[in-house]
């Protein structure tokens, strides 16, 4: 019987019992805690593989995003399963994959927007409340079901050190200047604990790629500034091959202050954004059966490199 849910929302305390679970049954599967953010709930990070070459995959840096946590979960499951049995995994065999490559991922970087979004949080819960309190000065954005932004009001993709004061330039001339639901980019880069914690990861591990999965769109993004990247757009395309998604420009508004546009800056290897999905966000759980068939072969490319 599968560990992981895919047919109810993945709220934070689920996500991290869903950890647990899966490291119990498959005793290679590591884990760790990154951090505790700002109201008490953990960041958790999973390794599977002992190769050489280090990839971090990350989900649900925005809270109505959340359908990308049981991605990395059930791809997580997956590929221990095929490991354990010594099988494959799109077509690829998973013991000389894991062997060959070390995969990290973040299932949830947003617990505690997760929670707001899934209805854990009620009306009259002091974290409730502090959200709406916020999301009474941008009426125009549903609540809470248009909340992307942590609890403090920050969106966590555009609180990152590329980029990031032409990003507070734009969101502030669109009216994002203080905590929101959407788009407001903190008093400064790595302000947020979920934010510092994925950077200080990603910096222990300095990986060879980063994928970050959104939603919606399904579209892939591997640009940032004018750096060239090599083997980035060739990689993308492999990426585009084996999920029909196709390879965008970022809006310009959009350009800045993400994960991926820091890690490209930092590192100069490959990063991207993954836009899974189509419709509005949060996307209905029944796209999900859709989404995971479309995004293993990115997962398991993404791996082999």
């Not at 390879?247 to 590192?267: H, L, M, R, T």
């Not at 966000?281 to 796209?287: F, M, Y």
């Amino acid at each position: 019987m599968a560990i992981v849910p895919t047919d109810v929302p993945m709220t934070a305390q689920l996500c991290a019992s869903t950890v647990e679970k899966l490291a119990e049954k498959y005793p290679f599967i590591r884990t760790e805690r990154l951090a505790t953010t700002a109201f008490g709930r953990t960041i958790y990070a999973m390794a599977i593989g002992t190769g050489p070459r280090r990839v971090i995959y990350s989900a649900t840096h925005h809270a109505n995003e959340w359908i990308t946590t049981p991605l990395l979960l059930k791809f997580a499951e997956e590929y221990a399963e095929a490991i354990g049995s010594d099988t494959d995994i799109f077509q690829q065999p998973a013991r000389a994959l894991s062997a060959a490559a070390t995969i990290y991922m973040v299932p949830m970087v947003d617990p505690d927007g997760v929670d707001l979004v899934t209805g854990v949080l009620q009306p009259g819960n002091d974290q409730y409340e502090r959200a709406l309190g916020f999301a009474r000065n941008y009426p125009d954005i549903p609540f809470p079901s248009g909340w992307k932004a942590n609890l403090n009001g920050v969106d966590l993709n555009l609180n990152y050190p590329a980029g990031w004061l032409m990003a507070r330039e734009i969101k502030f001339r669109q009216g994002y200047t203080s905590p929101a639901p959407r788009d407001y980019v903190g008093r400064a880069p790595l302000t947020q604990i979920e934010t510092q914690a994925l950077y200080d990861y990603t910096q222990r591990i300095s990986p060879e790629l980063v994928l970050a999965f959104h939603t919606q769109g399904e579209v892939i993004y591997y640009q940032y500034g004018g750096i060239e990247v090599p083997g980035a757009e060739e990689l993308a395309q492999r990426f585009a091959a084996v999920s029909g998604y196709a390879i965008e420009d970022v809006p310009f508004n959009s350009s800045f202050a993400g994960y991926k546009d820091w890690f490209i800056q930092e590192f100069r290897r490959p990063g991207y954004t993954i836009e899974v999905g189509a419709g509005i966000n949060p996307l209905p759980l029944s796209q999900f059966d859709g989404i995971y068939k479309d995004n293993l072969g990115i997962l398991v490319t993404a791996a082999t490199g």
